[in-house]
C-alpha cells in the first residue's frame, strides 16, 4: 500500500493544487471500486 502511495504523494507534490484535486477525485474512486470488488 505504501509502495504505491510513496510515488504518487511525490507526484502531488509537482503539480498544482487543481491538478492535486482532480488526482485525488480519481485516485478515491478508483479505491472505492477495488473496495467494491474486494467485498464481493
Do not use: A, N
Not at 502511495?5 to 474512486?29: A, M, W
Amino acid at each position: 500500500m505504501r509502495v504505491i502511495l510513496l510515488p504518487f504523494f511525490l507526484l502531488l507534490h509537482k503539480s498544482g493544487s487543481k491538478e492535486i484535486d482532480r488526482i485525488l477525485d480519481s485516485y478515491k474512486s478508483y479505491f472505492q471500486i477495488r473496495m467494491r470488488y474486494r467485498t464481493l
